[in-house]
């Protein structure tokens, strides 16, 4: 059992280290490659989303590294630094990622429709899981331990399922990036190693977070368990 639950730890905890290496490393690799159109990330997305008849959404640059995010309820589409005015493989192809998820709102994709019901619910859960999970496990001896591991676990739930309808949303908008990135002539078919590389490493981040709540959520039912059976 102990030996179980070292993997269970461990092996999360590794795949998200090995997710987030692999990003920083693909990002940075090509964030130094030029697309040889030499358009910036800023005028990659505008060419996306223009050519979905997307003209209501503003493209602002936000301070941090790869802080790129869309953000439906205010119809703002917002980039780093490096990938608003860079023009490499790297900027032009997280762009059009972002651009990807404008175009999801437009076209009224289902699974975004679900994230953003379930964003509220998410915002409540996250910081009750983060405080109560290893609260639950110190104290889950103590009287008050189990309630405190259910509420972990409820907690925990919301997330996983937050996490797992990101997943296709995100896997859509890379998607989408892509067929655009080509389509549009914003890159050439064999600039698309570079692309490539960089959105898939990204989407596997929301993998490794995926399946390090779902070892949390193993974990703390069979410490909950593990108390049934010493009552």
Known sequence: MIIFLIVLIAV??????????????????NAEIPSRGGITGRE???????????????????EGMLSDHYDPSHKRLALSPDNYRGSSLAAVGVAAHEAGHAIQHKVGYGMMTL???????????????????????????????????????????????F?????????????RAKLQLVNLGIVDRDEMTGVNETLDAAALTYVAAFVASLAQILHLLLILGGGRRND
Do not use: C, N
Not at 44 to 62: K, L, Q, R, Y
């Open 115 to 161: 994230r953003q019901t379930l964003v509220p619910a998410m915002q409540v859960a996250s910081p009750v899981a983060a405080l109560l999970v290893s609260f639950g496990i110190w104290f889950a001896g103590a009287a008050f331990g189990g309630l405190v591991i259910k509420i972990a676990l409820a907690a925990l739930v919301v997330v996983a399922v």
């Open 44 to 62: 990659a997305a505008a060419a996306v989303m223009e050519s979905a008849g997307i003209h209501d959404v503003e493209i602002v640059e936000v």
């Open 12 to 29: 999360p905890m590794l795949f998200g280290l090995y997710a987030q290496m692999r990003v920083m490393s693909a990002y940075r690799k």
């Open 163 to 175: 996490q797992f309808v990101t997943l296709p949303v995100e896997f859509d908008a890379t998607r």
